[in-house]
């Protein structure tokens, strides 16, 4: 039944996939984790999605032929939203003639360094003192740095002079703060030397960039010299074990006297476990990571802080703090160079947090020309709007399912995961890694209603007809798929014997619940922002979309079961995969990245949905999905 | 042998002191710490140093009746430096008609706060989140504060929410950082929440400030709001065991493994100590000082915060850092408010330290209009000049003969020190506290030698006459004092009747040999100054002297020695006291003062008075002390 899938490899940053033969390159590159800015929607007429097919190009589309020379034709280049893969494919994302203002997304594909990073290193050498010269050592690298005032905190001072003397007045100076004054211009900087190390250590500076989500956490390695991602770590949130939303987690955090402690050991413990396995794959040490950026939404990032959330539990769901948190990696409990920063996103709301910030940030929705919408895909759904030059944004109540919770056979967009699902003759089913599937994601999810929903199995109101109803309808590897299973009708996916373990992956009328409700959600939110815009769904210039689902939703299958509204052209539809990710690398490698964040944090204004009078009502409309 | 002393006590400061009959209020304000600004160095011709005397009042001067109306002298104004103690007094210190720019050398007397402390404190009363007002509780207190973004700590922000709602959204936030734009302008402010107290504790809140020297420690708790001074304390530093010069202690630090930590244990133990102290005496809690300020030369400096003092006891002498260090209390092991931080001054060079920039702080010397000099004389004297707007300082090699140590019977200026010496008819002595002699201090060293010097029975060159010598030029209670101690010509001072515990003071030869040469080197670093700025001492407008004594130095003394050059008239000299102190008192009350301080340091030049051409020839001139 999986068809055979081919492998799909990326330069620079080495990321691979596993993608069905036809597959376009554009959602390969989403799949490995690889943005590729797409600014026409993928429709071939904008020509900026240029990447150079090293191994395994394919024949030249009419739309490829027309933006790019026969010269280029043949060193490879081709558009990522037009070249289908065919064969294992070998991609490089290049530099040159990307869109700049949409430079800020795509910041790990091409890698790309920051004018402003938090911390940078400049190999140096000190004339040694004399007797005529006898300034203070800080003083005198202060000023082989060119620096103004540079703050040496005490546990750097206090191993300064020796390193100095050892290594003969050479050394690396680590600096967080303002880079040189050549780049800075004149007016005064201040600067923190976070180490002085032995040697040229220069190209060795990392960060970290996690995105902590109620289900995933995701982190990855930084160059914070060139903006290069090393390695790549995601796995399930730990502290599901305590609930699978965030209520639940609040709630324990708040009635059990070692709640709180125990759901920020459990991220903190994973959290240091990624380092780790970051530096293994990447090949250093975690003394070499000098930064680590953090977005989650509120619960997530007050847990991780050690914050008791209890105000977020009842109303009207107060966050404790709302600006973006620096303080010392050792406060957070984590092992990387101990003088390193840690920094957490700011904040919007009680639900919507650092990651629809970190969202905003990487979309640079705020910057769009026209309204436009950004819907942010996790546990829950979150909604920004941007009209006139205001942003306002909200939080749905839409759970887990996008995520794979709550769903029978649900699980994290990761290996083993049907993540697309094709009826077209048959049933075709996709599943991340080539494996047996073990389960069905998020991006899964929505093509399966959507495909239900298009061969008339499912009806608007949700219903999914019996298999005596569907005998004669549907076609028919689709219809003896629709069995009973455990008293509910089912579509049977797998069966045991194509399933991992020998068990079956099922959905069942229950799940296809959730997801109407999830989807209901974000739908009825997205109507009460375009309504107190005074907008209409097709004023709307720019849908972005993200999500940590490692997958991309196909827009068709989104606007077909309601998730996104039908009126919107497919082109103004783009798919950013995990902003929340991207905002907090963002912030990992530029300061002017986090006073923007800072900015868009304290700006939007937050709406609450079920304030709404026409809350209910919407609520009630948007549970029914379109009428094809 | 002791004549009767009387009480003095100082308004509103509390500070009491006792002095023998007949001394001027100038001076005793002096010995209790309290100093009032005497711009024409006592001669009765500016009119500045009024004062009211509350009790005690004697009758006024010819030079108080030209300055003071019959109802100003009625109501007990007086003239500091014209009345005289004669019985017991109280004096109050008054707001009113002080000359400005001095006010920061007196910030104690009168109190004054400070425009822009480094932290204030708030009350406020914010309304309580409802749904149409769901905005972060951070945020909330920002806006209550009217502070522009507010950095809320880890750990101040781990209880915020619960302290919030368990007041009733009432309590008094503690700030760092610029003051509230009221009286800031519009600038943009940063602020940091160190704590949010339940309550109003407006009025409470203090900070400490420190003068480390090598032998003495003194601190101070100040109330931030209105720079009052609530308690002194002080001690010998009991790094005093492991050697009673900074080469001694670096050496330690150097050649003994746990020698560092000894050193650095040994200071913090005893600051951490007094401040409990200082708490005791005022009544207060250590969680109620919000911030702590330190001074001291670079050793002493670096020991307290567990730098290696090793390039210190080599040439160059660099020191580790130059600028200021600021870090958390905690980590200099100190005990307060636990989000509290610590200050430490700038330095200039290895032995020009913090506590010299304090001096230039307090002193405002860099304000003077014409060359001015500055000599703090501690542990060892250091020198400051300003000419032409150019500051330069070195440090001499004095020794800690000013302290009283390396002097037989020496001891710090504390309670049973002979602090003054009178030779007319009789040998008249001055013991600090009204009690039986227990050694002599750096004030009582001056004198006697001033004394012996002006009657005759100590040479220019330094050498005492013998019993047989003096027997019949001298006043016949000074030449039956001159006697023979073990093996030396020496001065008795006190016999064993008299001394404390049965032991007798004495003066030997070798006493007047270090304070020879502690003499000769302060007196050569300020000829080798005057020499590379070009002047003359007739040039130089303002002497000001520092130094941690306790006590004043009589200025036809001090010149009778050498100590400070004859050729200068005697109002041109001021003694300013601990200006050590008073520098790290301005540094704890205004974040102005701090950045003038770094100010300072970075723009005097550092002088290697031992790289002088001239250095050696002017030490051995400096030795001879100065024909009558």
Redo the contacts between chains.
């Keep these: 039944m999986r068809d055979r899938e081919v492998l799909v490899r990326f330069r620079p940053s080495g990321a691979e996939t596993y993608v069905l033969p036809g597959t376009r390159l554009v959602e390969a590159a989403a799949e490995a984790g690889v943005l590729i800015d797409v600014p026409c929607g993928g429709e071939g007429i904008c020509g900026n999605c240029r990447v150079i097919v090293v191994a395994g190009a394919g024949e030249p589309t009419a739309a490829e032929r027309e933006w790019l020379s026969e010269e280029e034709l043949q060193r490879g280049w081709r558009l990522a939203c037009q070249t289908a893969i065919t064969e294992p494919t070998e991609v490089e994302i290049p530099h040159a003639g990307r869109a700049e203002p949409q430079i800020l997304v795509h910041s790990n594909a091409p890698a790309r360094a920051s004018d402003d990073p938090p911390v940078w290193k400049r190999y140096v050498e000190l004339p040694p ?11 005198r690298l ?1 000023r082989a740095l060119g620096v103004g ?7 750097v ?2 191993g ?3 390193r100095l ?1 050892e290594d003969g007045f050479r050394g690396t100076a680590v600096v967080a703060g303002t880079a040189d004054q050549a780049t800075r211009g004149t007016r005064p900087i201040t600067a923190r030397l976070v180490d002085f190390e032995a040697g040229n250590t220069e190209t060795d500076a990392f960060a970290v960039a996690f995105d902590i989500g109620t289900t995933t956490l995701v982190g990855e390695l930084l160059d914070l010299g060139t903006g290069t991602q090393w390695a790549v770590q995601s796995r399930v949130n730990p502290q599901t074990r305590f609930g699978d939303d965030v209520l639940s987690r609040i709630l324990h955090a708040r009635q059990v006297g070692t709640g709180l402690t125990e759901l920020q050991e459990a991220i903190r413990s994973a959290l240091d476990e990624m380092i780790g396995q970051l530096c293994l794959q990447a090949g250093t040490a975690r003394e070499r990571i000098y930064e680590v950026s953090i977005a989650g939404n509120t619960t997530m990032q007050q847990l991780l ?4 959330p ?2 977020l539990g009842e ?9 973006s ?3 010392r990696v050792t ?2 409990g984590l092992h990387i160079h101990p003088e390193a920063g840690a920094y957490v996103m700011p ?1 919007i ?2 639900f919507v947090g650092g990651d629809t910030v970190a969202g905003l940030l990487a979309t640079e929705l705020a910057e769009s020309d026209g309204p436009a919408l950004f819907v942010d895909i996790g546990t829950n759904g979150e909604i920004a709007l941007l009209t006139d030059g205001q942003l306002t944004a909200a939080s749905t109540a839409a759970g887990p399912a996008f995520e794979g919770a709550r769903i029978s056979c649900g699980m994290r967009g990761s290996t083993g995961a049907i993540e697309k699902v094709v009826v077209d003759g048959r049933v075709r089913i996709n599943v991340i890694g080539d494996v047996p599937p073990a389960g069905i994601c998020g991006s899964g999810l929505i093509d399966v209603a959507a495909e239900l929903l298009r061969h008339g199995v499912l009806t608007p109101e949700g219903r999914l007809h019996t298999p005596d109803q569907v005998a004669g309808d549907a076609p028919a590897d689709l219809a003896q798929r629709i069995v009973m299973h455990e008293g509910q009708v089912s579509l049977l996916l797998a069966t045991e014997d194509e399933g991992r373990d020998g068990r079956p992956v099922v959905l069942t009328q229950r799940d296809l619940r959730e997801l109407q409700l999830a989807t209901g959600a974000v739908r009825a939110g997205i109507a009460i922002l375009l309504k107190r815009g005074g907008l209409k769904p097709t004023d709307i210039r720019h849908v972005l979309i993200g999500g940590g689902f490692g997958n991309f939703i196909r827009r068709s299958n989104a606007q077909r079961i309601g998730l996104l509204p039908t009126e919107i052209e497919h082109r103004r539809i783009r798919f950013m995969g995990n902003t929340s990710l991207a905002g907090a690398r963002l912030a990992a490698l530029s300061q002017t990245a986090r006073r923007m964040a ?1 900015q868009l944090a ?1 700006r939007t204004e ?1 709406v ?1 949905l079920s ?1 709404d009078p026409d809350f209910a009502r919407m609520f009630a409309e948007s549970m029914i999905f379109p009428e094809a």
């Excluded at 003192?129 to 006898?134: A, E, I």
């Excluded at 109303?315 to 600006?323: D, E, K, N, S, T």
Aim: net charge negative.
């Design positions: 003192p004399t007797r005529g010269d006898d300034a203070p050592d800080a003083i202060e005032p540079l703050e040496v905190p005490l546990a001072l206090r300064l002079s020796g003397r802080c050690g914050v008791d209890s105000p109303v009207p769901f107060v966050p404790a703090g709302g600006r948190l620096t303080c406060d957070l904040v709301g009680g800072e304290r937050h609450d304030a």
